[in-house]
């Protein structure tokens, strides 16, 4: 049986408030858990967590310094301290699930095919704490026999994204207000995207299974960015201009195998791409 409550930390960020909308939308308790509540780089988060979190609960750690916050020391080290402060909250209370969202920057550079089971090895400080951050979710929960699941989103896309990362997200917001999409290069340049809509539904599906183990949160489709530049310029419509920056940086393409993903959740069918972008072009569009 599914936890009675879903406790989201990290409540106002992009994935957190998707998830919170659909858990909403279905009438399933949830207990959003913003950072001015709880600041879980500090010590005090142990206590506060503790006050909220009921054996019941399923806690969702959405929470975390992205790289736009910085990728150096100094952020490496309050995102570990953040999940730290949750362990510390686990001791004092344990809770009967644990999903934790990691990043698929724990896998650095790679040309060859992803699985669940490829080396998470990284020079990228970020990537780097989400290692860390996981095994260290997964020591706390494995030694209060708590069932936990790990999953790494692709690169996420959505109206309501903060970041405003190179790529779908970007794109959309230079095309509506300036008629025009840059790439790096060719844009040739091959990655996995995957609609914020259906991220929040693979949490979703592990909590209501109560899922263990480590998931890639992917459509198991990539494209260029080039292919994304034209379909997002095709469905905003009029003349949006594509064009080529020089490149800074290799061209690595990133593939991933969503086969652990379909055997896991085979009622799962992701967004089609350009299905996707139509629906963030109209919540964005003036």
Same mark, same amino acid.
């Given at each position: 049986?599914?936890?009675?409550?879903?406790?989201?930390?990290?409540?106002?960020?992009?994935?957190?408030?998707?998830?919170?909308? @659909?858990?909403?939308?279905?009438?399933?308790?949830?207990?959003?858990?913003?950072?001015?509540?709880?600041?879980?780089?500090?010590?005090?988060?142990?206590?506060?967590?503790?006050?909220?979190?009921?054996?019941?609960?399923?806690?969702?750690?959405?929470?975390?310094?992205?790289?736009?916050?910085?990728?150096?020391?100094?952020?490496?080290?309050?995102?570990?301290?953040?999940?730290?402060?949750?362990?510390?909250?686990?001791?004092?209370?344990?809770?009967?699930?644990?999903?934790?969202?990691?990043?698929?920057?724990?896998?650095?550079?790679?040309?060859?095919? #992803?699985?669940?089971?490829?080396?998470?090895?990284?020079?990228?400080?970020?990537? @780097?704490?989400?290692?860390?951050?996981?095994?260290?979710?997964?020591?706390?929960?494995?030694?209060?026999? #708590?069932?936990?699941?790990?999953?790494?989103?692709?690169?996420?896309?959505?109206?309501?994204?903060?970041?405003?990362?190179?790529?779908?997200?970007?794109?959309?917001?230079?095309?509506?207000?300036?008629?025009?999409?840059?790439?790096?290069?060719?844009?040739?340049?091959?990655?996995?995207?995957?609609?914020?809509?259906?991220?929040?539904?693979? #949490?979703?599906?592990?909590?209501?299974?109560?899922?263990?183990?480590?998931?890639?949160?992917?459509?198991?489709?990539? @494209?260029?960015?080039?292919? #994304?530049?034209?379909?997002?310029?095709?469905?905003?419509?009029?003349?949006?201009?594509?064009?080529?920056?020089?490149?800074?940086?290799?061209?690595?393409?990133?593939?991933?195998?969503?086969?652990?993903?379909?055997?896991?959740?085979?009622?799962?069918?992701?967004?089609?791409?350009?299905?996707?972008?139509?629906?963030?072009?109209?919540?964005?569009?003036?």
């Amino acid at each position: 049986m599914p936890a009675p409550r879903v406790v989201i930390l990290g409540a106002t960020g992009f994935v957190a408030g998707a998830l919170t909308r @659909l858990l909403e939308a279905e009438a399933r308790p949830c207990r959003p858990v913003p950072a001015r509540e709880v600041d879980l780089t500090a010590a005090s988060a142990v206590s506060a967590l503790s006050a909220i979190l009921k054996p019941s609960d399923a806690v969702v750690v959405c929470s975390a310094l992205t790289p736009e916050h910085g990728r150096d020391r100094a952020a490496f080290l309050k995102n570990v301290a953040m999940i730290d402060h949750l362990c510390a909250a686990l001791a004092a209370g344990p809770v009967a699930h644990v999903v934790y969202i990691s990043s698929d920057a724990v896998y650095a550079g790679r040309d060859e095919i #992803i699985t669940e089971e490829a080396c998470c090895e990284t020079a990228d400080l970020y990537g @780097l704490a989400h290692i860390v951050r996981e095994k260290m979710v997964q020591a706390a929960c494995t030694s209060l026999a #708590i069932p936990c699941a790990v999953l790494r989103p692709g690169a996420i896309y959505g109206a309501q994204d903060t970041h405003n990362t190179y790529g779908p997200n970007r794109f959309v917001r230079t095309a509506l207000a300036a008629g025009r999409i840059a790439l790096f290069g060719e844009g040739e340049e091959q990655r996995d995207h995957i609609y914020v809509r259906d991220c929040a539904r693979i #949490i979703q599906l592990s909590v209501q299974q109560r899922s263990a183990g480590v998931l890639n949160a992917v459509t198991g489709v990539s @494209l260029t960015f080039r292919e #994304i530049a034209d379909t997002i310029a095709g469905a905003v419509g009029g003349n949006v201009t594509i064009e080529n920056a020089p490149r800074a940086v290799p061209v690595v393409h990133r593939h991933f195998d969503a086969a652990a993903l379909r055997t896991a959740f085979p009622e799962f069918h992701p967004v089609p791409f350009d299905a996707a972008i139509r629906e963030t072009i109209a919540a964005l569009r003036p």
